[in-house]
């Protein structure tokens, strides 16, 4: 590693980022990791219905003129709490209502599962830039294998994930005269500035801390927006900038990869 350069913990600051995001939100209880769109729904609103769709069980409140999504439920044996937090930075869920049986669902990249909740479409999708279409008859109906629980769902023995510790354990580094404590955003000129990403290159306004990793994002102005490219599952982040005489800068940007589990 050049002397200059500073490894920095990516831990820390993926931590602050989760716990901001996510904090009081997401729960542990019965072998599941749920994430809550309203807190402590089951002393607010009951009965409740739990239907799976794919890896997943998504609780749900039927109101009078439309479905309410309470909440998001993943098997402990299946997800760890980063990778539900990965899920929940990368999905969406859509409910749209009986009466739209043809659509667009917008800022998606691709429908991964989809089916009809009386006469609801569920849909879920992976969170991008697309305006993808749907129809209702290409999903099925599945209302009569579900049944509502009358009983309130008990959570008495349910506990408030920690997120103040470290979820990842990725470093990076930055080749050159920084000296940053935090990884901090790096603005770019996309006019002028070049970024290569494990060779390939990629035109971004920005490059930011994204879950557990580094995302590059085209629109400064929007802080949730979904990056238009991001490293996946990375172990280390090298990064090297050059920049010339007339102030063009070159980010070289390298990935090790965690071996599978």
Known sequence: MDGNGKIIDFSAQKALLVNNKYKNKLRSYDGIIEYSFLEDYEHLIEPATKIDLGDITLVLYEGRENLILLGIQFLIKKFTV???????????????????????????????????????????????????????????????????????TNLSASRVLNLDKPVSTSTITINGTHDLDNFQRINLDPKIDEVFVNGLFIQANYIDVFVDTIGFFQNSDDESEFPIAFITNPEHISIQIEESKNGCRTYTIDSINKKDE
């Open 82 to 152: 980063n990778e539900v937090v990965n899920w929940l930075e990368t999905h969406q869920v859509f409910i749209i209502p009986k009466d739209k049986d043809t659509g667009l669902v917008r800022n998606v990249n691709a429908i991964v599962e989809g089916m009809k909740f009386y006469g609801n479409v569920i849909l879920i999708c992976q969170k991008g830039f697309l305006d993808v279409s749907y129809d209702s008859k290409s999903y099925e109906e599945i209302t009569k294998r579900y049944s509502l629980i009358e009983e309130s």
